[in-house]
């Protein structure tokens, strides 16, 4: 592959004609047209021209319609280096072409080292939590919206007693007038100091940032005098660019936890959208998440195994340029999954739970308990089983909800 | 239907349970929890609890999967009056639990009216050209990337004089070095005064807006003080919201023209995402468009011709609120084309060409007229045939592509 372009790869169903097809999106979302031009006129264009990296001919679909992949290279001086150039450019008219899915996006270094990446990634939120040797720990608030502020302080206080390493707001909490998020921050932020205090414990706060998408960054600045110490991002529905902008934004410095709201309407059919591996594994992590939330394998809302485990993949291996990121797989997490997302997700991994914290049979508190007793049973190659007998609150949590094997 | 809630209707597949589905919809996406609550918890929280408004069994699947289409309300105090929180709240998590389709919204005039709608609207733009009698006629730049400022300007001028109503660059065009942004509005905006002042008609050139999204307005400014008469924006990649500020903000008083890019992918598969009529209908209306492209029903890259009208229809309708919108429905038109365009979309709609234009048989500025010719017959009720004898341009484009009947 030439380091000057960037390639695009799409499985596309119903073109007869594959090669014929690659050509004209080689060349309709480049320069236009080409066939026709005169030779001086090719020659001048030639460098903004994209070409046909690879066809590759799948077996048809059920109802016998061809199907295929092909990759696309456009040349990187064609792009400014921002998300929404590259989606425009790759996926923009292509996007309402018929059955099209833009599976991957390979970025020459030089283009991708313009892109922030996350700040802290994996190691420097460990470091923030002085936390080096295990899965993290994340409990999601069960309710924020029409919940006074000392109502849910003491929730707070409830699930850092628990052990947690991070809480995070409700992703659908932007109406909070009871609790406004400047009062959140100060209050939780002292509860965190206090409980560091007290314990040597640090625990982070994403506080959800939500306003005119063109006042994040100031609104961002603003919580972090406040002493935030995390920020939990719709990232979807407010568009990929502006977290690539509170990213790169050194007033900015801390966490960005990217929440995956509304993006199963881009990746989840089979024949539109873009796979997410792609969106949630790389995109967000070329923005800057140091977090990326996701459906695990396992809950209701559930992802297929092979691609959030390659949702993880992108968002750890090594890109060349970038910081590894912290995959969160999400949904119908329980202490009595921890071997399996141990197993699947392994050390750098953060189990995220919300029902399974705060529906505990004893609260929210033991249910931090049950998870941080089976987290360190699981790393230090003890069975659940066998942790329980000294940990009255995971064997509770294996009473509510069983365990499930490795 | 009460006042005090959005209403939101999803298309599901794959429930077997419709009722229990919707009420943990309702509950999930509010409260969180409902049924376990101690009554004055359940007093506490009654105003921010949606409730299900309609449950609708469909018939069953190809393979039997059960069917159902629900409507959901949702306080209109959880919410604040921007797409970010509406889409996270109604299809955040929502999105990615299996088949869904979030197929229609209906906003309260009280939350609609915060939002800006278009500054212009039809009316308005008909005003800032002076023509109110018969559908308006776009042309699309052939190629922007690569070319120098002097060969767009050349292009530029062929296609108003072609005498159409607007010119909008490509909206791959991001990297611009050869010709930049503030050059091109200065130099295509005196073409488009020295054209008035010979002819009497007024042109608006859509200049593609791009950049940091934190950015737009800014850079919408200066290109309005450099004279820029209208705005192209990509809204998906950008996101919807800045679409909303750019609207909003009083120092940009020009028409702003949305782009679909990308939003295939968010409206073509039947399972998931938004339905088109929805995404660029009424979201792209609500959040301040004053003409929207899509494909139209006759191109290559096509949409179904119901659906099409429908997102015509959620443009132009009276909402209460806002001002009606131009629909543009794209790709794949030729002079030949109008008569149906005409009978499907009326006098209210651009005609936007690129490759009708461009690929006339005596060049761009000939295929123009032929549009133009082509429009004048339609609406004075002549065919295209007998309009063609009096002119040379539409005959010709009628012998390259023929004339589809009304």
Redesign the interface.
């Known amino acids: 592959m030439d380091s000057g372009y960037i390639y695009a790869t799409y499985l596309i169903e119903g073109a007869s004609d594959l090669e014929k097809k690659a050509r004209g999106i080689a060349v309709g ?5 080409w066939t026709g031009l005169p030779r001086e006129k090719q020659e ?2 030639a ?2 021209l994209g070409k046909v990296e690879e066809v590759v001919r799948l077996e048809p679909a059920d109802d016998g319609s061809p199907r295929g992949r092909i990759t696309i290279g456009y040349p990187m ?4 280096a ?4 590259v ?3 790759v ?8 059955k099209i899915k ?1 599976i991957d996006l390979q970025l020459p270094e030089e283009f991708l080292s313009r892109f922030p990446g996350p700040r802290f990634g994996i190691e420097g939120i460990r470091e923030r939590l002085g936390v080096h040797d295990r899965p993290l720990l994340m409990s999601i608030f ?2 924020c ?2 919940l006074p502020l000392d109502e849910l302080e003491t929730e707070y206080q409830k699930q850092i007693e628990g052990g947690v390493d991070l809480v995070k707001d ?3 909490f ?2 909070d007038d009871l609790a406004p998020v400047g009062e959140r921050v100060r209050a939780f932020e002292r509860r965190n100091r206090v409980w560091e205090e007290q314990t040597g414990k640090k625990v982070l706060y994403a506080v959800n940032l ?5 006042q ?2 100031d609104r961002a600045k603003r919580l972090v005098e406040a002493g935030a110490s995390c920020l939990l991002l ?1 990232v979807a ?6 977290l ?2 509170l990213a790169e934004d050194p007033d900015i410095p801390v966490p960005i936890m990217a ?8 990746y ?2 089979p ?4 796979s997410a591996a792609l969106l949630l594994g790389k995109l967000l992590r070329w923005a800057g998440a140091d977090i990326v939330l996701y ?1 695990s394998p396992y809950g ?2 559930a ?1 297929p195994r092979k691609e959030a485990l390659k949702v993880a993949q992108h968002l750890r291996e090594n890109n060349g340029v970038h910081r590894p990121a912290f995959p969160a797989p999400s949904a119908g997490i329980h202490p009595g999954l921890v071997p399996v997302l141990y197993r699947d997700f392994g050390r750098d991994a953060i189990v995220n739970a919300g029902g399974g914290i705060h529906g505990h049979p004893d609260g929210s508190t033991q249910g931090g308990r049950a998870f941080v007793d089976a987290i360190e049973a699981v790393v230090s190659g003890v069975t659940l089983e066998e942790k329980a007998e000294t940990s009255a609150a995971l064997r509770k949590a294996i009473d509510a909800w069983g365990v499930v094997k490795a």
Chains 1, 2 share one sequence.
């Open positions: 979302l480049t320069v236009g047209t001048q264009m460098p903004y001086r064609n792009l400014t921002d998300l929404p150039a989606l425009t450019t996926f923009g008219k292509l996007s309402m072409d018929g833009l069960k309710q919206i029409g409700d992703e659908i932007f109406r939500t306003g005119p998408v063109t994040l960054p719709n529905p407010y568009g990929w660019d502006v690539h902008r929440h995956p709201a509304f993006t199963g309407a881009i989840a059919s024949d539109h959208g873009l459906p209701s809302v992802m």
